[in-house]
């Protein structure tokens, strides 16, 4: 009997904009709001930051906002180096950038204000996930799907599946793993760097990646 192939099922989420009500005009304000806001909001500022067209120097909100209204330079890239994918939960994570901002006081402990407008304000989503009706049973249907579903379908299983599942893996890889066995293949999509490139970045190497190991299956069964 055929063993089943069991389909990767494209998801994507969008997500909706929530005020908390809370802002910040200065570092002390910032980092007591980071320590003091809700996770769904920490979570927002910080993994689901590739969702938003933001520049590339920066992987989240705090370090955007240090670097470019707080012009904190030094502070924005040790904001900047912390991966949210390595914490095992987001109070962890919150506890991280505190540490950082508390550290960065000891040494400049009087930063000034942001002019008015540079506020920084806090805010959280609400993150609906739904399925786009796109499944793919092979290495050549899942290739046409990754050219063709939603950024945000990308995002969902490249990025968000990190929270998910852990340890830096994603829903792309942990499929072609599991199902197919292309531990390679696995091995090269967790090798992409989540923060040196845009959603359309990521799906450009996926593409790579994905139509390299089809040529090699057909060159196995010419």
């Known amino acids: 009997m055929e063993e089943t192939i069991r389909p990767f099922e494209f998801r994507q989420c969008i997500s909706i904009l929530k005020a908390t009500g809370r802002m910040a005009k200065n570092l002390r304000e910032f980092r007591q709001g980071i320590a003091e806001v809700n996770?769904?909001?920490?979570?927002?500022?910080?993994?689901?930051?590739?969702?938003?067209?933001?520049?590339?120097?920066?992987?989240?909100?705090?370090a955007h906002w240090a670097g470019e209204s707080l012009e904190e330079r030094a502070l924005s890239e040790h904001l900047s180096n912390v991966d949210p994918?390595?914490?095992?939960?987001?109070?962890?994570?919150?506890?991280?950038?505190?540490?950082?901002?508390?550290?960065?006081?000891?040494?400049?402990?009087?930063?000034?204000?942001?002019?008015?407008?540079?506020?920084?304000?806090?805010?959280?989503?609400?993150?609906?996930?739904?399925?786009?009706?796109?499944?793919?049973?092979?290495?050549?249907?899942?290739?046409?799907?990754?050219?063709?579903?939603?950024?945000?379908?990308?995002?969902?299983?490249?990025?968000?599946?990190?929270t998910r599942?852990?340890?830096?893996?994603?829903?792309?890889?942990?499929?072609?793993?599991?199902?197919?066995?292309?531990?390679?293949?696995?091995?090269?999509?967790r090798s992409i760097d989540p923060f040196m490139h845009t959603i359309e970045g990521i799906r450009e190497h996926l593409i790579e990646y994905v139509e390299a190991e089809v040529r090699r299956d057909m060159e196995v069964m010419t």
């Not at 996770?39 to 705090?62: G, I, L, P």
């Not at 109070?91 to 540079?118: A, H, M, W």
């Not at 399925?131 to 379908?153: C, W, Y």
Request: charged share 25%; hydrophobic share 40%.
């Open 39 to 62: 996770e769904e909001s920490v979570y927002h500022h910080t993994c689901q930051y590739f969702m938003k067209e933001h520049a590339r120097e920066y992987t989240n909100d705090f």
């Open 85 to 162: 994918y390595d914490f095992e939960s987001i109070s962890d994570l919150r506890n991280e950038f505190v540490r950082v901002i508390d550290s960065y006081l000891v040494f400049f402990p009087e930063p000034r204000e942001v002019l008015p407008g540079d506020e920084f304000y806090f805010n959280q989503t609400i993150t609906f996930v739904f399925p786009t009706g796109v499944r793919a049973q092979n290495l050549a249907e899942f290739l046409m799907a990754i050219k063709h579903v939603d950024v945000a379908s990308i995002y969902y299983h490249f990025y968000e599946a990190r």
């Open 165 to 189: 599942l852990g340890s830096g893996i994603d829903d792309f890889s942990a499929w072609l793993e599991n199902v197919f066995g292309k531990n390679d293949l696995a091995g090269r999509i």
